[in-house]
């Protein structure tokens, strides 16, 4: 299984890169990302908006690291599934239905990393190799 010790990370990538683009997506379009969670009629929408940038830029970054992933994914799928539920609740929609369903997706995809860890090549499995190391050598 050694041989498929990349899968983690490719997964992380696959899962976290989105996020990054998301994230950055909303820090170019600030007055339409407010107006939108405005739209939806959410509290105090530029709080919102902070809290979007934060879990879909810092959250996917810390997530391609493989930095503290098990609590990152664990926020960002209660955000996927906070946002499925605000943001695409129309199923007479299809299209807001597609939304929904990919948002609870990503949620489970990011519950396995939650589980399971950040894999191999990760700044987690780097700090755990060195905390283990120090163990040994003392």
Same mark, same amino acid.
């Given at each position: ?6 899968l $983690? ?8 890169? $989105? ?17 939108y969670?405005?739209?939806?009629? %959410? $509290?105090?929408? $530029? ?29 960002? #799928?209660?955000?996927? %599934?906070?946002? #499925? ?24 995809? %990011?519950?396995?990393?939650t ?17 283990l ?6």
């Open positions: 299984m050694d041989r498929y010790k990349f $983690p990370l490719l997964g992380r990538i696959m899962i976290g890169a $989105p996020f990054v683009l998301s994230g950055l997506g909303k820090l170019g379009a600030h007055a339409a990302t407010v107006g969670i405005a739209a939806m009629g %959410l $509290p105090v929408p $530029p709080l919102a908006y902070i809290g979007a940038v934060a879990v879909e830029l810092g959250g996917g970054l810390l997530l391609l690291s493989g930095y503290r992933a098990r609590y990152v994914s664990l926020a960002m #799928a209660v955000f996927c %599934l906070v946002t #499925a539920a605000f943001f695409h609740h129309n199923f007479a929609d299809q299209n807001q239905m597609i939304h929904f369903m990919k948002n609870v997706m990503m949620a489970g995809g %990011l519950l396995q990393i589980y399971f860890g950040a894999g191999a090549f990760s700044l987690d499995s780097r700090a755990s190799r060195a905390r190391a120090s163990l040994g050598a003392s």
